[in-house]
């Protein structure tokens, strides 16, 4: 015998990439301020590349110069997102994955980034949150072609 949750989770995979759908257009259109919006408050990244972690606060200072660039024309900035794993539930979710930001520049530049991330996210009154982002290490592309 089987005993199932009172809640159903076959709605939070389309509702978390809802949320990626979000922080990828905010990167795309340079709307900084609806891109921190996707996070909660309190969140950590954990850099893998550089051995440190701090508040995400911390982080926005770093990337504010890219969406203000984006927004302003001087690059197109975008984001892809494969997972090799997604474990949920109807308020929290950890994911696994890699993901490909790449910018464009005025000359048809185009500058790769493919990196090996988990995000670890919390549900509040009903939106996703992502209250850890953890940049493991950086990857390729033939990494990348590897996942579904």
């Known amino acids: 015998m089987s005993i199932q949750p009172v809640w159903a989770t076959e709605n939070v995979p389309d509702e978390l990439d809802a949320a990626w759908e979000k922080i990828k257009k905010t990167i795309s259109d340079g709307n900084f301020h609806s891109f921190k919006t996707a996070y909660h408050r309190d ?26 660039d984006t927004k302003s024309g001087e690059i197109s900035a975008h984001l892809k997102i494969k997972f090799s794993q997604r474990q949920f539930d109807n308020s929290s979710a950890h994911e696994t994955g890699i993901f490909h930001y790449y910018t464009i520049d005025k000359e048809g530049q185009q500058n790769d980034s493919y990196v090996h991330f988990e995000s670890l996210w919390v549900k509040k009154n009903n939106k996703w949150l992502m209250i850890m982002e953890y940049q493991k290490s950086r990857t390729d592309k033939s990494e990348w072609d590897k996942l579904k």
């Not at 969140?43 to 990337?63: E, H, M």
Request: proline letters at 4%; glycine letters at 12%; charged letters at 15%.
């Open 43 to 68: 969140a950590v990244l954990v850099n893998g590349i550089t051995n440190k972690s701090y508040p995400i606060k911390n982080a926005f200072s770093g990337w504010k110069q890219g969406f203000d």
